[in-house]
């Protein structure tokens, strides 16, 4: 197994290259060194030294202590870890688009333009919404950018008192901090024991006061909020607006519209449904869709289309800029190519697919973990913990006994509903094969926690490292290769 | 069957059979009736993989690629070749954020990597695992310093790039905060008008360099100017250039930021990019985003870890200073990839070359007659000349041959309607450059 931790910095060697260059005819023609010496640095940057084939060894051999989606089972809740196809990271590395200055003239890069407004069309078409802006770099950004639609649309009607978001109680954790980047604040409510909106609650929240209610459906519980059509009405009829946070879209393909439901706002995740590939932790890709009311508002540029040809707006009526230019532009490729290969007649069958994985994996399970939800799932399902638990074998024991066999392990302690939860996600990519073995582990692992449960308190064992040690990390901030050195001629312990 | 899904029909019923229901539809019940979409989506129907690389093809040839003399924010630098198969590796690619660290250790390494880089290069402490791009970047970098001195007012200075202050406008509006001016003066931030803006309820000056003219500015005198009013002081830097240039660590800056495109970044008609933020390391609880730490595992031995994690939006909620999770993180090994390869000597060079190249166009264009140098200030790789040349007859007669450059400075207002910028990397060679000269040299 690959264990080496080593800093490429550890493995420079003074004077060696991984870059030659070429005779330069301005070689000696206004030295940068005529700069007064106030504007230049004192000391060189102490990069690495190292040879192309050391680079190439260094991060190959890091890439294998990783676990990507062409690994094994990945069935991380709330994060859609479906397959990414090559197809789309082929189309997007045409040099023509890799190439392409931002700041070129449109008629030059029509080609690109095109792919957004028709990608932009066909992700309204999918929302239902009016019309969409791919420039949002992320999911949380797509949720700024689509409270500042919803701040300026009130601030334009001259009502300013509306400052307050409702927020359910079982909310992903961005949805309360893009409020309060938003410059409004948050009106949390309370769920019920199943994990759906309380429609009393958020009776007492509804006043003049509200600029909105931010809701996931599924919500992060993986279920549906069967009283969503009163509760957008709700909101509408006190004056508000709804987003959509488009988390879990991926169970609502095929089955039912963001914007059929009342919706004004929100983002998708083209990393999450797209199948654009998640990188570790982006670039990912956050569009906002707005209803025809909130289209002025959307963020410039916009790109329009005016007989056939394809052009930036510019625009100050809307919430202004909120990114250096369209976003993530070879991301929203991949996931143009995604949609056109999936097409109308595939993309619908999504959602069901997606959700029967996800109940198959429930019933397969109920029996070993506690099913604190008992009606059907969507796109996810949600166990609290070990249901036979002598040990006391907690959530975290069970993720890192999982991970040592070749499957990621599903999202743990969230929702923060659930004291022990696990949630996982099973995506419509994934073959019964899988969901079986998967069960047959998860069933294994259940009853190792009976039988021998240090099997599990002590896993991993078999990793690049085992358990880790978060305490000593947030105790000692060693944050670069500088503090580590600097620690290690204090700090004897730190041998490593 | 659909290639992207497995499901074989005998699978779907075995699969039925187990939770019980005689159809899928079942699952859906609690969706209510009036509201489920009974139609087929208006889009196209499926395509195959030929079919879909005729249809890029045709799009890729209606995007021009040309020599680029251009910057304001983005750059054509030498992108070496060994970086594109190690990002394309599925480990790295198609792996979640690392949140399980016993099997993220790649990408956790990769990040402590690069943030070690981008203190060396700062010369300040601490970089987070890096934001969006570059007026991202600076617009939280704004927010933070309002989180860090607990003040509303942020002083921006009209020398940096336009769009950079747009989006930086943007935040701040929204998060409540006052945004404010200060204007420009031969070519940098004008000191007496930054004087004048400055009082006790300032949190931060924002200030690039080089500039949206490719100036060189003199941060470290205005970090001085700060002192008194202990407003921080927030330094937008091409990072690139720092291999060269005073870091703001020297230059007394409390938080830097900016994008990390010129680390030979594909310009990709403006992303993905990356913006990087490092600061001093007394503002590290207020800095958004992740930060990975060294730490061991159970066996004392080496590891790597997201840590300071209590900052974080899914730990704090609305108490959170910044809303960010996803980030760059791909991008992010893409520059650390590129800095291992350049080094200690080849980012230096790159730099050099590009100054070099820079100064090389600008004495040729002056010498046409037709320019001048716009402000007797120093400049790095992009350059700003004042002309009575119409923009769109530049722009069209280096067009025509195949080169994109000439930025119109027009849109930033009346006094810099004569104004047009020029950028040059170490990709130019001096065929392209002299060629840029007898194009431009040849107008009236």
Known sequence: MNTDATLIFEKSRSGRKAVSFSDYPYDGHRPFEELDQSLLREEPALLPEVSELDVLRHYTNMSQKNFGVENGFYPLGSCTMKYNPKINDEVQNFPAFKNAHPDQPASSVQGILKIYHELANHLSEISGMAETSLNPCAGAHGELTGLMIMKAYHEKNGDYKRTKVIVPDSAHGTNPASTSVAGMDVAEIESTDEGRVKLSSLKEALGDDIAGMMLTNPNTLGIFEKDICKITDMVHEAGGLMYYDGANLNAMLGKVRPGDMGFDILHLNLHKTFSTPHGGGGPGSGPVGVCEHLKEFLPSPRVRKHDGDYYLEETNAGIGRVTFHLGNVLVWIRAYAYVLTLGHENIKDIGPLATLNANYVRELLRDDYQLPISSYCMHECVFDGLKDNPHGVRTLDVAKRLIEQDMHAPTIYFPLLFKEAIMVEPTETESKETLDRFASLMKAIAKEAKDNPDVLKNAPQKTPVKRIDEVFAARKLILSYRDYLDYKKDDEALDF | ?444
Do not use: W
């Open chain 2, 1 to 444: 069957m659909f290639k992207y899904f497995p499901h074989t029909p005998e699978d779907v019923e075995a699969m039925k059979d187990k939770i019980g229901i005689a159809s899928v539809d079942e699952l859906f019940q609690d969706i209510p009736e009036d509201v489920l979409f009974h139609h087929a989506y208006d889009i196209p129907s499926a395509m195959d993989e030929d079919g879909l690389r005729r249809l890029f093809k045709s799009l890729a040839d209606q995007t021009t690629s040309y020599t680029v003399f251009s910057g304001g924010g983005s750059y054509d630098h030498y992108r070496p070749s060994v970086i594109d198969p190690l990002i394309g590796r599925q480990e790295f690619e198609t792996a979640y954020t690392p949140y399980q660290p016993e099997v993220s250790q790649g990408t956790l390494q990769y990040i402590f990597e690069y943030q070690s880089m981008v203190q060396m290069l700062t010369g300040l402490d601490v970089s987070n695992a890096s934001m969006y791009d570059g007026p991202t970047a600076a617009a939280e970098a704004c927010l933070m310093a309002c989180a860090a001195t607990k003040r509303d007012k942020v002083l921006v200075s009209k020398t940096l790039n336009p769009k950079m202050i747009s989006v930086v406008k943007t935040y701040l509006k929204t998060n409540n905060r006052t945004f404010v001016m200060v204007e420009e003066k031969n070519g940098v931030t004008d000191r007496e008008d930054l004087k004048e803006k400055l009082d006790d309820d300032v949190a931060a000056v924002l200030i690039g360099k080089p500039n949206v003219f490719g100036i060189i500015e003199d941060v470290k005198s205005i970090g001085k100017l700060l002192e008194n009013h202990k407003a921080l002081l927030i330094e937008n830097a091409d990072i690139s250039t720092l291999s060269i240039l005073s870091t703001p660590g020297e230059d007394g800056a409390d938080i830097a930021c900016g994008d990390c495109q010129s680390l030979g970044m594909p310009m990709a008609y403006g992303g993905p990019t990356l913006g990087y933020l490092a600061s001093k390391k007394k503002y590290v609880r207020k800095m958004p985003g992740r930060i990975c730490g060294m730490t061991k595992d159970k066996d004392n031995k080496r590891a790597y870890v997201l840590t300071l994690q209590a900052r974080e939006q899914h730990i704090r909620r609305e108490k959170a200073n910044s809303n960010i999770c996803s980030n760059q993180s791909l991008m992010v090994l893409y520059v650390t990839i590129y800095m291992s390869v350049m080094g200690r000597e080849g980012l230096i060079e790159v730099n050099k070359r590009s100054y070099q190249g820079a100064h090389a166009l600008a004495e040729g264009l002056i010498d046409t007659g037709n320019f001048e140098l716009a402000y007797d200030q120093p400049f790095f790789k992009e350059f700003t000349l004042k002309t009575n040349l119409n923009h769109d007859l530049i722009r069209e007669a280096l067009l025509e041959k195949g080169i994109f450059g000439g930025i119109s400075l027009a849109p930033l207002g009346e006094s810099y309607e004569r104004l047009v910028t020029f950028a040059v990397t170490e990709r130019r060679t001096k065929d392209e450059i002299d060629e840029v000269i007898d194009i431009l040299g040849g107008l009236s």
